[in-house]
């Protein structure tokens, strides 16, 4: 019995699997919208699920998620030129100097990490959702083998 139960374990928490996942992402992109990042709505817009886990495949989600070292070396001009142009759009003299400003103001005071990604499989709406799904496909492989849930 106790083989055939862990079984069936297993088997619900592949079952529930996808449950889960797709909460970590809605959990994940509500806590993004709640933030104020650089280019959020492609941020939020960039999870994936995978078979095993949620990934963000915007090309910055590593530095939302994990910051900046204080001290490294200034983020690269591309990205920041198009950040001043979308967001302070200064006069076209002025973008060369404030692009190097907001250069330095990343290198001495760089981003902290958010943790976005690292937090929503915690939240307390993921555990939820999880133990129903969860407990849906272990009384679901229980009838299946005529195992019925006692009062």
């Known amino acids: 019995m106790l083989p055939d ?5 297993m088997q619900a928490v592949e079952e529930a699997k ?6 970590v992402v809605a959990t994940a992109q509500r806590e993004a919208r709640k933030r104020d990042l650089v280019h959020q709505r492609e941020y939020v817009e ?3 699920v995978t078979p095993d886990a949620v990934v ?26 198009q ?5 302070i759009n200064p ?10 400003r907001v250069r330095y103001k990343i290198k001495v005071n760089p981003m902290p990490p958010q943790f976005i990604l690292r937090d929503a499989p915690h939240a307390p709406i993921v555990k939820v959702k999880y133990r129903a799904a969860f407990r849906k496909a272990i009384l679901s492989w229980g ?9």
């Open 5 to 9: 139960l862990r079984k069936g374990a």
């Open 56 to 81: 963000n495949d915007t090309p910055y989600a590593g530095v939302i998620e994990l910051g900046r070292t204080p001290g490294a070396k200034e983020p690269p001009d591309a990205p920041i030129r």
């Open 46 to 48: 960039g999870f994936i």
């Open 18 to 23: 996808p449950a889960l996942l797709a909460e």
């Open 91 to 100: 006069p076209a003299d002025e973008l060369d100097a404030v692009v190097r």
């Open 143 to 151: 009838k299946s083998r005529g195992v019925h849930r006692s009062p």
């Open 83 to 87: 950040w001043v142009i979308d967001k």
